[in-house]
């Protein structure tokens, strides 16, 4: 009887699955034309975007598919970036070795911070979001005792340029100029106007068929079935807390790759924070393309990316051309992004709650029922 | 060798912590035999089979006496694991698979067939591909070997319950070593036809020449298909026969009756069928996990003790958590003519019920805080008892003195041994603690009283204790108490009615001298 849903009801339980992307999708529609800006440069802004962003918010993914939700950890894989490229900055190699030197020099950072979590992760099953977002402040600061005193007099850094001037730490700003888009530039082609960064997006694409290829080897397997249920999984023999483990790990090196893609494109790196905002903006960006806490794929990353850039483009000028304050937009995405987290959280709580009442309301119709056949009686 | 019977099990002995629940069991099976293993909750069925199992509960509290032969060979699992790799095949009573995976998935978890890849040379076999089509094949030959048609794309969450159930089975049937399958109460979610085609595989399973150790309630079930039938009540086998030689009737009566003797300690039984109707229950249903109760109606008489029994699982303790609204709840239920509302403790409180719960620690007592606190809380906070007033009653403040005396009533009347009246709740013995709890509902002074399992895990002395408390409060107040309990004999012993529940419904309600037999068919009779 269920199966013959009107088409309005079915258009409705549509809508209410995806609320946040379809919100986006109004807010886009009204905010571009009243920002006024022409289509190639939107274009041309959102392809920068796209390839700039895609690969670090990609490594969200494989903590989902385990089960341990947003990983607002991925700060410490953007730290692993950042001091990566700190030590390519201070022995000056620049363009694509430099590139490729941070990528290999990041990994052992990244696999160390990553175990890290993952391991105070498994003392917080059930509670990973949240532990792994304190887990960044905490980190945040250790990052900051290294890069602001300990670079230096412990760790020899040299080059003037991006040492403070009292002799020890780094600057606020560590130029990346000389290696600035070189693996965008790589093979780019301009169509219509807008700038093609097709070496970056070959990266993303191999990432992307890595996603998939591993959903279908038995580690991805592994951690579908734990993310799922932990308790089965052990029961069938799964090590439980080394494919969390696992999943964290991969997820923080990706992210350190991720950075470093970031970084490149925006020629530098601030200091002290760059990372600090960039794992709120990844997982607002995947919310915003209709992933939830427990269900994301390729698909959310590459609509969020879009909507979500599309809106930070347009909100300054659009508020601007609104109130005549171009701050209100500034206001509007910050609010924006915090917002969708929220309301991420929300339904996500929601949904499981809705999922339990429902035994509940079989029970009832099957009294209603009984009651019903003793009155034909 | 080839002599040895496939399963061997001889003189198991197991106690938790002093008390005896598994007495010198003996059995043997062969292969292809089903052995029908039944008795009432707490006989020790599912101990036995943890211990056969190798479960980590049994080696946390002290190993097992007695010995098992497999093949005629002594083994000692040291995990289920080890059991599993031995042949030993277990289908548990809560469901053991991954929801959002499809059944072939589920059956072959973490056994899945693998292709190599470049990949998994350097990173290790988990970078493995699965080999779908193998799955495929794999988990078909299972489910033939089943012998019942489910669906093998289909996911778990949407599958009715009992194909989850079959799914389950088809996952011990695809491991190729199983020579030993044991089915705990497997029928107990499946509907007529479902489990007419379960009994029509285990007949499969066993031409093929798999033993098949068959636990439930249903035990026309276990005549139909098992070749010999073992009844254990108290941690002892009390019955050990082909199933050919025994009837639905003998299996009841030395499943529940205990010696004439000991349960012959019955006290007055009053005939309540002129008493009032304090509160009358229709329609009722509970989603309480586990107690499902599905419609219940029954009415209760002023001034009665009435008991309600059961088997675990067949929603008696759902009855009185659902009208005190610990768990959602629907259908209509009255007290003196008014109608409470169900999913509000409040108001159910308010009206002068009061609980008390089965779950001692959890919802019972509040485990840090003194004797003192514990009995006037609720008496405090509901109908502000033992509160000073000041200012016209703006502030209130606790009196001491009163909550002291009151207290120290209850542990001298209850005869609870503490060291004082401000020792923490958490620090007394399961016994004690369940005393405070009924001191807690007595200080509320309540009309109407729900005592869940107020026996539980208590010893002989204490047990005597609280029944009689209860009965002194019903006799000497007037109050209208009904107490659930798995223990017949206990019921038997105060209680002027007893309703047995069974499959979520009322099975029938009869004066509490109708012998163990008659109750016992009750228990059984709608088991679903």
Same mark, same amino acid.
């Given at each position: 009887? /269920? /199966?013959?849903?009107?088409?309005?009801?079915?258009?409705? /339980? #549509?809508?209410?699955?995806?609320?946040?992307?379809?919100? #986006?999708?109004?807010?886009?529609?009204?905010? &571009?034309?009243?920002?006024?800006?022409? %289509?190639?440069?939107?274009?041309?802004?959102? %392809?920068?975007?796209? =390839?700039?962003?895609?690969?670090?918010?990609?490594?969200?993914?494989?903590?989902?598919?385990?089960?341990?939700?947003?990983?607002?950890?991925?700060?410490?894989?953007?730290?692993? =970036?950042?001091?990566?490229?700190?030590?390519?900055? $201070?022995?000056?190699?620049?363009?694509?070795?430099?590139?490729?030197? @941070?990528?290999?020099? +990041?990994?052992?950072?990244?696999?160390?911070?990553?175990?890290?979590?993952?391991?105070?992760?498994?003392?917080?099953?059930?509670? /990973?979001?949240?532990?792994?977002? &304190?887990?960044? #402040?905490?980190?945040?600061?250790?990052?900051?005792? %290294?890069?602001?005193?300990?670079? =230096?007099?412990?760790?020899?850094?040299?080059?003037?340029?991006?040492?403070?001037?009292?002799?020890?730490? &780094?600057?606020?700003?560590?130029?990346?100029?000389?290696?600035?888009?070189?693996? $965008?530039?790589?093979? @780019? %082609?301009?169509?219509?106007?807008?700038?093609?960064? *097709?070496?970056?997006?070959?990266?993303?694409? *191999?990432?992307?068929?890595?996603? *998939?290829?591993?959903?279908?080897?038995?580690?991805? +397997? $592994?951690m579908r079935a734990v993310g799922q249920d932990m308790e089965v999984a052990r029961d069938a023999g799964i090590h439980v807390e080394r494919t969390r483990l696992i999943s964290i790990v991969i997820s923080t090196v990706m992210a350190g790759f991720g950075m470093i893609i970031y970084l490149q494109n925006m020629g530098n790196i601030a200091t002290y924070s760059s990372h600090s905002q960039i794992g709120m903006f990844c997982i607002a960006a995947l919310l915003v393309g209709g992933a939830s806490v427990d269900r994301a794929s390729i698909g959310n990353v590459f609509l969020g990316v879009i909507l979500f850039h599309t809106m930070f483009i347009v909100a300054p000028r659009a508020g601007a051309a609104i109130t005549g304050d171009s701050m209100i937009g500034e206001y509007f995405r910050v609010f924006c992004s915090y917002g969708v987290i929220t309301i991420a959280l929300v339904m996500y709580e929601t949904k499981k709650r809705r999922n339990k009442s429902k035994t509940a309301q079989e029970l009832a119709r099957a009294a209603a029922e009984e009651t019903a056949k003793e009155a034909a009686k | 060798m080839s002599n040895a019977p496939l399963l061997e099990m001889r003189n198991i002995k197991k106690d938790f912590f002093g008390n005896q629940v598994l007495e010198d069991i003996n059995l043997t099976l062969r292969a292809g035999e089903v052995l029908g293993l039944c008795g009432e909750n707490g006989a020790g069925k599912s101990t036995l089979m943890k211990i056969l199992f190798g479960m980590d509960v049994i080696r946390e509290t002290g190993g097992y006496g007695g010995d098992i032969l497999l093949d005629g060979e002594k083994v000692d699992f040291a995990t289920p694991f080890e059991a599993l790799a031995a042949g030993i095949g277990m289908v548990h009573q809560e469901f053991s698979l991954i929801p959002g995976f499809t059944a072939t998935e589920n059956i072959l978890l973490n056994r899945e067939p693998t292709k190599h890849s470049v990949l998994s040379e350097i990173f290790g076999e988990r970078l493995d591909t699965l080999n779908h089509k193998e799955m495929d094949v794999r988990s078909a030959a299972a489910i033939e070997k089943m012998g019942v048609h489910i669906d093998a794309d289909m996911t778990i969450n949407s599958m009715p319950v009992g194909h989850k159930q079959f799914t389950e089975i088809a996952r011990e049937l695809s491991k190729e070593q199983l020579k030993l399958l044991i089915l705990d109460e497997p029928t107990a979610v499946l509907t007529e036809k479902e489990a007419e085609a379960l009994l029509d595989s285990i007949r499969g399973m066993s031409a093929r020449g798999i033993a098949v150790i068959f636990i439930t309630h249903r035990l026309h079930e276990i005549l139909s298909v098992c070749s010999k039938v073992i009844v254990m009540r108290d941690g002892r086998v009390v019955q050990d026969c082909p199933a050919a030689e025994t009837s639905v009737e003998e299996i009841t009566r030395n499943m529940v009756g205990r010696n004439v003797e000991t349960g012959g300690a019955q006290r007055e039984v009053r005939d309540v069928s002129g008493f009032r109707t304090a509160m009358s229950i229709r329609k009722l249903w509970v989603d309480m996990p586990g107690e499902t109760v599905r419609c219940v109606d029954l009415d209760v008489k002023e001034g009665e003790i009435l008991g309600i029994g059961g088997l675990a699982g067949q929603g008696k303790l759902g009855i009185p958590n659902g009208i005190m609204g610990l768990y959602e709840a629907g259908g209509s239920v009255t007290f003196d003519g008014q109608e409470i509302p169900l999913g509000s403790p409040r108001r159910c409180l308010d009206a002068s019920l009061a609980f008390v719960s089965e779950d001692r620690r959890g919802v019972g007592l509040l485990l840090d805080e003194s004797l003192e606190w514990n009995v006037s809380f609720p008496a405090m906070q509901i109908q502000n008892k033992f509160l000073k007033k000041y200012l016209g009653g703006l502030v209130k403040w606790r009196d001491e003195k009163e909550i002291y005396a009151v207290t120290k009533k209850y542990i001298d009347e209850l005869a609870i041994k503490c060291t004082s009246s401000k020792q923490k709740a958490k620090e007394l013995s399961g016994g004690n603690q369940q005393k405070i709890c009924l001191a807690k509902a007595f200080a509320l002074e309540p009309k109407f009283l729900f005592v869940s399992e107020p026996t539980r895990g208590i010893d002989v002395g204490a047990k005597a204790l609280v029944l009689e408390s209860l009965r002194k409060f019903n006799r000497d107040s007037g109050v209208t108490v009904v107490m659930i309990s798995s223990e017949l004999e206990e019921l038997r012993s105060i209680c002027d009615r007893i309703a047995i529940v069974s499959g979520g419904r009322i099975a029938g309600i009869l004066p509490a001298t109708a012998s163990s037999e008659e109750l016992g068919m009750l228990m059984v009779s709608k088991v679903v």
């Open positions: 009887m /269920e /199966e013959k849903k009107s088409f309005g009801a079915a258009a409705l /339980e #549509f809508a209410s699955n995806n609320i946040v992307p379809i919100l #986006f999708v109004v807010i886009c529609a009204v905010c &571009i034309p009243l920002s006024g800006f022409s %289509v190639s440069y939107l274009l041309n802004e959102i %392809v920068t975007r796209m =390839g700039r962003n895609i690969f670090l918010i990609l490594c969200l993914l494989i903590p989902i598919m385990a089960g341990m939700g947003l990983n607002f950890a991925m700060t410490l894989g953007a730290m692993a =970036g950042e001091i990566a490229l700190i030590f390519v900055a $201070d022995w000056q190699i620049w363009g694509i070795p430099g590139v490729v030197l @941070a990528m290999i020099l +990041q990994i052992p950072f990244s696999i160390l911070l990553g175990l890290l979590c993952g391991s105070i992760l498994n003392r917080a099953k059930g509670r /990973e979001m949240i532990t792994s977002y &304190i887990i960044s #402040f905490f980190l945040n600061g250790l990052y900051q005792l %290294v890069v602001l005193f300990m670079m =230096g007099p412990i760790i020899p850094i040299k080059h003037f340029s991006i040492k403070l001037p009292r002799g020890y730490g &780094i600057r606020n700003t560590v130029s990346l100029l000389n290696m600035r888009q070189c693996l $965008d530039n790589v093979f @780019a %082609v301009t169509i219509g106007g807008v700038k093609i960064p *097709v070496l970056t997006f070959l990266i993303i694409a *191999v990432l992307c068929l890595f996603i *998939v290829w591993f959903r279908k080897t038995k580690l991805g +397997q $592994d | -």
